[in-house]
């Protein structure tokens, strides 16, 4: 998960105490100051802009999602569908959000996940010990959820786009929305829109449309909520029911919730 942040330190110390993030790899720029951090079974790229001015209206935020893939095969596609680019590396790019519903999506060519990282000198710790020795317990990271305006257009938009399949309709109470839940990479990809105005109508007005939350799974919600009222968060209902949420404004910007392992 790509995330938008304004205190570069302030954030990796947040996960870092919190979540017990590794720091795996430091990317400063002219542009902006950029991070690998590896924690529940994911691994986050933290950007801190160096001219916040130029992004303090709006704030922190969730840039978008990584996933590996053949980088000709979604060149090919992208082209196909008018999706433009906002930045090339050659190895891996990165979507214009305008094109894929409010979210720029990564892609990379190579893997990280037995990278050795030289800031560790080993690669980056699995998931079984996220979710067997650390102590917040999560198992892995499951997936996430993307608010958007009109929930067949973007049903229809990430058909086009990617190999994945339709789990299933949902209700999201708490967000005055409904979902429609899909399967990509092993990744589950929630489409929300409002039903009614409430939640989600709030965060498409401040926000527009993209990622709303990053979802974990967890051994233990009791684990959970002991964990984060010992670091003085305060855990609220999720999206859901059976779900925790980690607010934005205590979470360095980013809505995560977090559910039983199924």
Known sequence: MNLVVGDFEAAVAHFERVYGAEFLADLPSAEFHACLLGFGGGMF???????????????????????QADMNEVRDVLASHDVRLIRDLGKALHTHPDDTLGVSFEFYGLQFTEKVFPELGRPMAPPSFWRNEHPLGLSRLKGFAIAVDDIDAALARMSALFDCTVLGEETRPALGARAICLDLADSRIEL???EREGALT??????GQGIHSTIFAARDLDLVRDWFDQHGILVGAGSCEGRLSIP???NAGAIFEIEAER
């Open 248 to 250: 934005s404004e205590a």
């Open 45 to 67: 790229e933290l950007f801190a802009p160096n001219a916040w001015l130029l992004s303090a209206r709006f704030g922190p935020f969730h840039l978008g999602v990584e996933y």
């Open 192 to 194: 929300v829109a409002p």
């Open 202 to 207: 709030r965060f498409l007005a401040r926000y």
